[in-house]
Nanobody, 124 residues
Framework: QVQLVESGGGLVQPGGSLKLSCATTRSLFTSTAMGWYRQAPGKQRELVAAITSGGRTFYADSAKGRFTISMTNAKNTVALQMNSLQPEDTAVYYC??????????????????WGQGTQVTVST
């Protein structure tokens, strides 16, 4: 069983930065993908960014130029650096993992492993 543990959420002012991290119990090997979804109150969950073990990345339009996803194979972690945060970025952020993925994006149904979520609040 794969476990994902997120950390790094919190409260930040508009324009500020946060870095989310996700540690997995599974070794990252060829054809593994990890991603970050978010869900704001009253909205559908959306894919924010994803990365494959081969280095391919995907960013939602809302994340391009502000967020950076990275994967450290040795530490079995994926991180999401979020800059220039705005109130509309407020959401619960979920780490997710899928196997056998080469190309991105993939549909939400293809991500079988999920973390518990971490709250990000952007507010004055």
């Amino acid at each position: 069983q794969v476990q994902l543990v997120e950390s790094g959420g919190g409260l930040v002012q508009p324009g500020g930065s946060l870095k989310l991290s996700c540690a997995t119990t599974r070794s990252l090997f060829t054809s593994t993908a990890m991603g970050w979804y978010r869900q704001a109150p009253g909205k559908q969950r959306e894919l924010v960014a994803a990365i494959t073990s081969g280095g391919r990345t995907f960013y939602a339009d809302s994340a391009k130029g502000r967020f950076t996803i990275s994967m450290t194979n040795a530490k079995n972690t994926v991180a999401l650096q979020m800059n220039s945060l705005q109130p509309e970025d407020t959401a619960v952020y979920y780490c997710t993992l899928a196997l056998g993925v080469i190309a991105l994006p993939i549909s939400e149904s293809r991500w079988p492993y999920w973390g518990q979520g971490t709250q990000v609040t952007v507010s004055t």
